[in-house]
């Protein structure tokens, strides 16, 4: 891929960044659009609440199989989207680790009950973006959807993914590992996958034939309704962020499987 042709097909103003990690140390491999305006993250925000969950964990302020939700579910059911919960409050609940059912109260029921005093925003401020220098990201919202922020905070978020500093790797392994990997289920706006892995909070590649394109099975990440996006494969050492002023729809469903597939073989020949 010629860096020029990074945005080659996305409609608007997209902002992209692909950086990799490389003799310990970051560098960008390219870079497109402008990385300091804020956008809504949408979904992609579940990325920050998994790992200030996977935070706590690691600290000992919540273990993974504590009874939170319906009759059965564990915060790990929340965090998977298998706790039996629908896609909103209002939706059928069924039964805890039987189906992935992608939720977003699950997600919001978890970061409730981590968050000290049920104030998430203070809760993903403190264990996320400040200690990653995310200055221009604030939670306007929902903890399944609501930050708005810079690409370039985005960048730092999938760069913590790739070679963290606020957890070991191992909590991160554990995080990126699919979490009742037989379940099947539907990912947003690609349909349904079986089985259908995910992770406790990242979206896992496995053998989807998705946004995720050729990427390797242990890729992981997440993409939103606002037409950004987070991919990483730490073997290969490389991240994939992007953010849109165009909303997710067709011309997403179309690209992304190819773009992606273009844009990790260029990074992983850098």
């Known amino acids: 891929m010629d860096p020029s042709l990074l945005a080659f097909g996305w409609p608007g103003e997209p902002a992209i960044v692909v950086s990799a990690w490389r003799d310990g140390a970051w560098c960008t491999v390219a870079s497109h659009g402008d ?4 956008r809504p993250w949408a979904s992609v925000t579940k990325l920050a609440t998994a790992l200030a969950a ?15 939700g ?11 989207h298998s706790s039996g919960l629908g896609l ?3 939706d059928p609940v069924t039964t805890p680790g039987v189906k992935r059912i992608y939720s977003n109260c699950g997600i919001d029921l978890a970061a409730a009950h981590l968050a000290p005093h049920a104030d998430v925003a203070t809760w993903l401020h403190q264990h996320v973006l400040a200690p990653l220098d995310m200055t221009s990201t604030r939670l306007a919202g929902r903890a399944s959807e609501g930050l708005v922020g810079s690409t370039k905070d985005l960048v730092a978020l999938a760069r913590e993914w790739l070679a963290p500093a606020l957890i070991s790797t191992e909590r991160r392994d554990v995080t990126v590992t699919a979490y009742l ?7 947003p706006g690609f ?3 079986s ?3 995910w992770g406790l909070g990242p979206e896992l590649c496995g053998e989807k034939n998705h946004w995720m394109g050729e990427w390797p099975p242990a890729s992981f990440g997440h993409f939103g309704r606002s037409g950004s996006m987070v991919l990483v494969n730490v073997e290969e050492a490389v991240a994939l962020v992007a953010t849109s002023s165009v909303e997710f ?3 997403a469903h179309e690209l992304w499987p190819s773009w992606t597939s273009s844009v990790r073989q260029f990074a992983a020949a850098s």
């Open 70 to 80: 319906p009759p059965g579910a564990t915060l790990a059911h929340l965090l998977s």
């Open 88 to 90: 909103e409050q209002t």
């Open 195 to 197: 089985p259908c892995p």
């Open 249 to 251: 729809g067709p011309w």
């Open 191 to 193: 349909g349904r996958f």
């Open 35 to 38: 990385l300091d305006a804020p």
């Open 54 to 68: 996977a935070i706590d964990v690691a600290e000992g302020r919540a273990v993974l199989d504590e009874a939170i």
């Open 181 to 187: 990997p037989e379940l099947s289920g539907v990912v």
